[in-house]
Every structure is written in structure tokens, then in C-alpha cells.
């Protein structure tokens, strides 16, 4: 009887060891990678329809910008409910956002005021700008298969920074038309534009 106790509490251990390292394959196997994606700016194709303004040449220093604490990670964050966000382990940012999200607002604005001379924050003082544009977001997330959202408030400063020329909070709101990361992306790309929009012609707009 005491061989026979032997042989089975040696028989379930081998079996106990074969389903664990099954499992260990099996979760191996099935883990997920990880995704990288970026904000894209606006292509000068995308303008060539519309009214060219005579903007063509001014100088304008870009920054500072403000982002909320949330966004200060790799994560692309979504959001759950109004009080609740999610951070996507498997779906990250390239880059800081805010330094993408910077960068493509200066290539839209670039485009849109048909002017290389977008200066990043910060300006030298030995370069005089016609305007400086300031940034500070409130939001900037949404929901998978959902709504992403942007809300922002600028400002435009004349005379070298020295006079408020434009002050103004923006929101922007759109359906990510997808249900994956990568539609959620491209939406939000959509709402840098649109903000990128109303900076420009409110630059237009002066005289």
C-alpha cells in the first residue's frame, strides 16, 4: 500500500506540473503587444481649396503650453465616466503628448497661415514675433467607439507678448467612428485641427 501512495503522489504531482507549464504556454502565447501611435497634422493639400489670407511671413512664437496632470503619462487615457479614466497598458503614445500634440498644432498653423516662422516656446528675445499664441488645456480624451473631446483656452498676444490681442476657450467634440485605438487617434488629430482653425483665422482676422 505504501509503494502504491508513492506512485500516485508522484503520478498527480507530474500531472500538477504538466497543466501549470501548460498554462504557462498558453499565457505566452496569447500576450498581448504593445501599440504606439501619434497625433497627425494637417497635409497642405488638405488647404489648397481654401482662401489664402496674407498672412504669408508673420512670426509667431508658439507656447507656453499647459496640459492636465492626467495626460503626463505614456498611456493613451479614455475615459469610463465622467469621473472615472483608464489608462490603455497595450496602447501608448509615441512621444509626451504634449510635445506632440505642440508640434502638430505649429504644422497646422504652419499650413493654415501659409508662414514657415512658428517659433516654439521659448522665444528668444532677440527675435520679435507679430503674435504669440498661448495654450491651455482642460481636456483632451474620450471614449473607444465613443466621443473624444478637446477643450482648450488660447490666447493671442500682440506687440512681442506685451498686449492681449484674443482670448477665447474652445471645445471641440466628434464620434471616433471606430470601435479601436487607432480611430480614437485620428479623431483626436481632427480636433487639434479644428483648434488649429480657429487660432488661424482669428489671426486672419487682424487687421
Known sequence: MGHISIRFAVFVLGLSLIVST???????????????????????????????????????????????????????????SPNELKAAEFHRWAEPLKENFSRVLAENLSVLLSTDRIIPYPQKKSTPTDYQVTVDVVRFDGTPGGNVSLIARWTILGDDGAKVL?????????????????????AESRLVTALSREIADAIKSRP
Not at 484674443?166 to 485620428?186: C, D, I, P
Open 22 to 80: 501548460g498554462c504557462l504556454n498558453l499565457g505566452e502565447g496569447t500576450k498581448q503587444s504593445t501599440r504606439v501611435y501619434m497625433l497627425s497634422a494637417l497635409s497642405s493639400g488638405e488647404v489648397e481649396k481654401e482662401v489664402r489670407s496674407n498672412t504669408g511671413g508673420v512670426v509667431i512664437g508658439l507656447g507656453p503650453f499647459e496640459f492636465p496632470e492626467y495626460l503626463n503619462r505614456p498611456q493613451i487615457v479614455t475615459r469610463v
Open 166 to 186: 484674443w482670448v477665447k476657450k474652445s471645445s471641440f467634440s466628434e464620434a471616433t467612428g471606430g470601435r479601436g485605438y487607432e480611430e480614437l487617434v485620428l
